[in-house]
C-alpha cells in the first residue's frame, strides 16, 4: 500500500491507514509505505520499498492525489507499470478534478497505466471519466459501531462545525449564520472543531464573532484525535457543513452516523452524497442567508429535523467497513489471481 502513513498530531488516521488495519487479518502480508515525515524522503522511501521488495507483493495500491503529492502517485504508478506488477489507482480528494484539468495529458497517462482505478464517490467517478473511462466505486467507509445514535426530534440550537481552519472550507460562514440565528434563538451554540491550517481563517473567526457579538456562543477546542470525534459530535445536533469544496467528506458522514441534523453547501461531490430534505438540507455555497433559513427550519419544523435524522443514519450505515470491506478483498483477490 502505497500513500501518506504519516500519524498526523491529532491521531487521526487515513483512509489508506485504516484500510491496511482491516485487511491486516485477511491477508498474508502488508507492506505499507512510507511513514516518512519529510515528502522527499517519503517519495524515495515509496520508490525505494517498491523496487527492491518486489518479489514481497502480488497487487499494490497506490493513492493519487492532487498538488504535490501527484508527483509520487505518478512515479510510482510508472514504477509498478515497468515492474509488470498489477495495481490499483485510489482516487482521492476533491482537489484532484481542477488539479487534474490543468495538467490533463499526465493524469490521462497515469490512470491509464492502472490495472483499476477506484474512486470513494460517484461524484469523484464522474469528474475523472475524461481520463479513464473505467473507474470503480469503492466507498471511504466508517466504523459504524463507534457512533451512537440519537434521534434529532427536537434539534436544540447548538451547531456543530468539524474542519480544518482553511480558507476552502469557509468557517467564517457558521460565525455569520449563528449570528444571525442568536436574534431569534439567544441561547444558540456553536462548536467549531478542528486544526488551525495556518492560512489566517481561525484568526479571522474569532476576529468576526467579536465583531458580530457571538464570541461567547463559540467554542474552538482546537484538533482532536480521531476516536475523540463521537463524544464531539453528540455535543451538537444541527451540522453545518460550510464548505467551498469538497469531495465526499467523512466528517459529514460521521455526523450523519450520530443523527445530526446536517445542512450543507451543494459543492463537489456533496449533492451527489446528500438528497435534499431526505437526509440532510443542501443550501448555495456563500449564501449565508440561505444556510441561515435552513438551520432555522430545523429548529422549527420537528417532524423535518426527524425525517433528516434518521435517513442520515441509514446513508450513513451504508457506508459500515462490514460493505466496503468485502469489495476491496474481492477486487485483491481478483489482480492476485490474475498475476498467478
Not at 505518478?74 to 482537489?95: K, N
Not at 484538533?223 to 459530535?233: D, R, Y
Not at 464548505?243 to 455526523?255: G, K, Q, Y
Amino acid at each position: 500500500m502505497v500513500s501518506s502513513f504519516v500519524s498526523p498530531q491529532n491521531g487521526s488516521h487515513s483512509v489508506a491507514a485504516d484500510l491496511a488495519d482491516k485487511l491486516a487479518p485477511v491477508t498474508s502480508q502488508i507492506l505499507r509505505v512510507s511513514a516518512q515525515r519529510s515528502g522527499l524522503l517519503r517519495s524515495l522511501d515509496m520508490l525505494a520499498t517498491t523496487t527492491l521488495r518486489r518479489r514481497s507483493y502480488d497487487v499494490a495500491i497506490v493513492g493519487l492525489y492532487s498538488g504535490r503529492a501527484f508527483l509520487w502517485g505518478e512515479a510510482v504508478s510508472s514504477l509498478l507499470a515497468r515492474l509488470a506488477c498489477p495495481f490499483v489507482l485510489s482516487l482521492h480528494g476533491g482537489r484532484l478534478p481542477e488539479f487534474s484539468a490543468t495538467q490533463a495529458q499526465r493524469v490521462r497517462a497515469c490512470l491509464q497505466k492502472a490495472t483499476v482505478v477506484t474512486a470513494p464517490s460517484a461524484y469523484l467517478r464522474e469528474q475523472m471519466r475524461a481520463y479513464h473511462d473505467d473507474i470503480q466505486i469503492v466507498p471511504n467507509p466508517l466504523e459504524i459501531a463507534r457512533y451512537d445514535f440519537r434521534l434529532r426530534s427536537q434539534p436544540q440550537p447548538r451547531v456543530l462545525w468539524l474542519r480544518a481552519f482553511h480558507e476552502i472550507y469557509h468557517p467564517a460562514l457558521a460565525v455569520t449564520v449563528t449570528a444571525e440565528l442568536a436574534r431569534q434563538f439567544p441561547d444558540i451554540e456553536l462548536i467549531m472543531v478542528g486544526p488551525d491550517k495556518g492560512d489566517g481563517s481561525q484568526q479571522h473567526v474569532t476576529q468576526l464573532a467579536r465583531e458580530l457579538g457571538v464570541s461567547d456562543r463559540l467554542a474552538l477546542p482546537g484538533g482532536i484525535a480521531n476516536h475523540e470525534v463521537p463524544q464531539w459530535l453528540q455535543r451538537g445536533d444541527i451540522f453545518l457543513n460550510t464548505t467551498n469544496v469538497d469531495n465526499t467528506p467523512v466528517s459529514v458522514l460521521e455526523a450523519m452516523a450520530c443523527g445530526l441534523c446536517v445542512v450543507s453547501t451543494n459543492v463537489g461531490g456533496l449533492p451527489y452524497l446528500l438528497t435534499h430534505e431526505h437526509d440532510a438540507l443542501l443550501v448555495p455555497p456563500n449564501d449565508p442567508a440561505a444556510m441561515t433559513q435552513a438551520v432555522r427550519r430545523l429548529l422549527t419544523e420537528p417532524e423535518l429535523a426527524a425525517r433528516l435524522s434518521a435517513n442520515a443514519r441509514r446513508k450513513a450505515e451504508s457506508f459500515a467497513w462490514e460493505n466496503v470491506l468485502p469489495q476491496w478483498q474481492r477486487l485483491l483477490t481478483d489482480l492476485t489471481t490474475q498475476r498467478r
